[in-house]
């Protein structure tokens, strides 16, 4: 909404499965092999191709980096809760588990909105599809999925490469936009690198 192009977002966010790499062998003790190293080079390599003519209608150098700085920071936190749950938490209830992380975000997350919106809502049909998918498939599933995958940081970080492809191909099919032959050369190279890393 303030300008910054999802391909120049989704460039930086792709470097949270290098970066849980580096984290798991240097913090974990986690062996990275050489194939893993490539698949996830591979991985990057590839959705730098699905979003380069995303990110070549970006905006001005001063405003992107200022726009930059809370996806640095997203990168960043989620890299180090996936290290730090492989580490001291690798296996718990998952109930439980979704609930020690939801409150504490619920607050945080209450309280900001109170400061900055106006806390009104307009229920609309597309409010209400929306809510249910965040909700129940994201908050529940999505998270639920990941905290049993992140048994192997290395293996579920790689699995962040395929949003992007994943997200051009949703992009086309429902509000149709193009699918360039470079986007189609990444998405493959993308899945090729995460088949690599979790060989």
């Not at 070549?56 to 992107?64: D, E, V």
């Amino acid at each position: 909404g303030h300008g910054l192009p999802a391909g120049v977002a989704a460039i930086v966010v792709g470097l949270q499965p290098l970066l849980t790499a580096l984290g798991a062998g240097w913090l974990l003790r986690e062996k990275v092999r050489a194939t893993q190293w490539a698949g996830l080079a591979a991985g990057f390599a590839g959705v730098a191709l699905v979003v380069a003519h995303k990110v070549a209608a970006g905006a001005g150098l001063t405003t992107l980096w200022t726009l930059l700085f809370p996806v640095a920071v997203a990168l960043l936190a989620i890299t180090a809760g996936t290290l730090y749950q492989k580490r001291y938490c690798p296996s718990f209830d998952l109930r439980t588990g979704s609930l020690i992380q939801f409150i504490p975000s619920l607050v945080l997350t209450g309280l900001a909105a109170a400061a900055t919106e106006t806390m009104h809502i307009e229920w609309t049909g597309s409010f209400v599809f929306a809510l249910a998918w965040l909700g129940p498939v994201v908050s529940l599933g999505a998270v639920t999925l990941l905290n049993v995958l992140i048994r192997s940081a290395v293996n579920v970080a790689s699995l962040f490469y395929l949003v992007p492809p994943c997200t051009a191909l949703v992009a086309w099919a429902l509000f149709g936009e193009t699918l360039t032959g470079l986007a189609l050369a990444g998405m493959g190279l993308t899945v090729f690198g995460v088949w690599l890393a979790r060989k």
